[in-house]
């Protein structure tokens, strides 16, 4: 091989590597790489702080849905405002209108069960799922429960995302928590917040207050309408409320960070009776109830303002048969603390009927337990309205409560409807005395005072004496509900 050869192949070597090296180095770049890999996900934690909750929704939003619920309006004329047709004047036909309401769901299972509001879907003649994806279905109505405001809806899908339920009762004042729904139909939407109470009741479920059980989680994370039936859940991506209610202001009725949701323990309890079944039984006491006050434990001598005061039995109920009284104060079941009333009502309806409970009441300032069989829930619908009284009857006067009161007549347990003759009757109150900052009004019947039976005039001024300075316990029945009132003596 020549000299002039063997130069010019080393020239071209030469060039070809510094062509390479010109790419590998950078001053000829690659084509651009993928965003991804020029923007990395930002950390979830950072120097152990939460910086994100992305990983939390990616995992839970699929399995909310938005729900469209159509009522047809069967109206089948309506107002024209000018001419004359062969249908009458000012009058055209028409087909039904349709109404849609639009809120939330939540897939609590891979067969396409969702939990929603029962006044989601109320009265609905089609009921329409879209999920996250834009997949639509149409559903069915499992089954639905008005006192806790759930339904149950399926949809004929398999494999489906759905959420785990956690167990609400471990969720504590504090924790974190996020809603997912479609508040006023702008789409999916995710808010943060925490848990701000337990326990909570609104009134607002079902018909009266009797009738409706709530035991609400309330949280800050912005809910608004359109939200209800969606999902709050943990930072471990588990349902632990089904979102239900708010409590708005202002003239947009919109969100004021409080929020209020049925916890998943009691929404587990009702699907699945309502998958089996298509109902929800509950189990009943028959007694009436009432929260103890500061004045109400000091009237009755307990050491502690816990439990719920027993106000009255009702004949023939589970409590009857099981011997317990008025006065009773209720401290657990199975061993289980009750601290107020709505929790005492909540346990025993979420107790099949024909189970029995042991109850731990005190009575008489001594400790005991009671086993109770209880009968199964009827709903009441009873009336909380005071009666006016009778105010053209005289009698004498409890002047220390500040009250006028006589002893009833079988004329005058007629005309308020009584059952009996038992009791006094309250036949004017002093606007500004202890017995009307109490609550007393006219028309009350007061059975007892300070555990006395009182029918004359002579008892409740016997049963008055040796109250100075301490509160008086008064039973009184009021249009057929019967509680007591604590009040101080002037």
């Known amino acids: 091989m020549s000299s002039h050869f063997k130069y010019l192949l080393l020239a071209l070597i030469l060039a070809f590597t510094a062509s390479a090296c010109r790419n590998l180095t950078g001053t000829e770049p690659n084509p651009p790489s993928s965003p991804e890999a020029q923007q990395p996900q930002a950390p979830i934690v950072v120097n152990g702080v939460r910086t ?26 309506t107002d024209f405002p000018f001419g004359d047709d062969i249908f009458g004047p000012g009058r055209i036909p028409r087909g039904p209108q349709i109404e849609r309401g639009i809120g939330s769901g939540v ?3 891979a067969d396409g069960t969702i939990l929603t509001n029962n006044h989601v879907i109320d009265g609905a003649d089609k009921i329409t799922v879209i999920l996250s994806n834009n997949q639509t279905y149409e559903a069915k109505l499992v089954g639905s429960d008005p006192p806790t405001d759930l339904a149950v809806l399926k949809i004929d899908s398999q494999n489906m995302p759905f959420l785990t339920l956690g167990n609400s009762d471990a969720v504590r004042v504090g924790d974190i928590v996020l809603a997912i729904g479609n508040p006023l139909g702008i789409g999916q939407t995710v808010t943060a917040g925490i848990i701000s109470a337990k326990g909570r009741r609104t009134g607002l479920s079902y018909g009266s207050s009797n009738d409706s059980f709530e035991d609400f989680l309330q949280t800050d994370a912005p809910i608004n309408r359109g939200n209800s039936g969606g999902a709050l859940v943990n930072l471990n991506g588990e349902l632990i ?15 004021i960070g409080i929020g209020f949701a049925i916890p998943s323990n009691m929404a587990k309890s009702v699907m699945e009776q309502l998958l089996k079944d298509g109902k929800v039984r509950r189990g009943m006491l028959g007694i009436n109830i009432q929260d103890l006050t500061g004045d109400t ?36 079941v199975n061993g289980e603390k009750i601290e107020d009333g709505n929790a005492l009502r909540n346990k025993i309806a979420s107790t099949a009927p024909g189970s029995e409970v042991t109850l731990s009441i005190i009575r008489d300032g001594k400790p005991m337990e009671i086993k109770a069989v209880l009968d199964e829930y009827q709903y009441e619908n009873a009336s909380n309205q005071p009666s006016s009284g009778n105010n053209n009857q005289q009698g004498g006067k ?38 009307a900052e109490a609550g007393i009004d006219r028309g009350d019947v007061i059975l007892e005072l300070n555990g006395k039976t ?10 008055l004496e040796g109250a100075t300075g301490k509160p008086v316990l008064l039973l009184v029945s009021r249009q057929g509900r019967t509680f007591y009132v604590t009040v101080r003596p002037q």
């Open 52 to 77: 994100s909750y992305a990983d939390v929704v990616e995992k839970t939003s699929p399995a909310v849905v938005r729900i469209e619920a159509e009522h047809r309006n069967t109206s089948s004329q």
């Open 107 to 109: 897939l609590v299972s």
């Open 241 to 255: 409320g089904i979102n239900s209610q708010i409590l708005s202001g202002g003239p947009s009725g919109g969100n």
């Open 297 to 332: 434990a000091k009237a009755l001598n307990l050491e502690n303002v816990t439990g719920v005061l027993v106000s009255n039995v009702r004949q023939g109920s589970a409590a009857e048969k099981a011997g317990i009284r008025r006065r009773d104060v209720i401290t657990a």
């Open 398 to 435: 409890g002047g220390k409560l500040g009250i006028t009161v006589q002893p009833l007549t079988d004329q005058l347990a007629r005309q308020l409807q009584l059952d009996s003759t038992d009791g006094v009757l309250v036949t004017g109150v002093d606007p500004s005395g202890p017995a």
């Open 454 to 463: 009182v029918k004359t005039l002579d008892d409740v001024q016997s049963a």
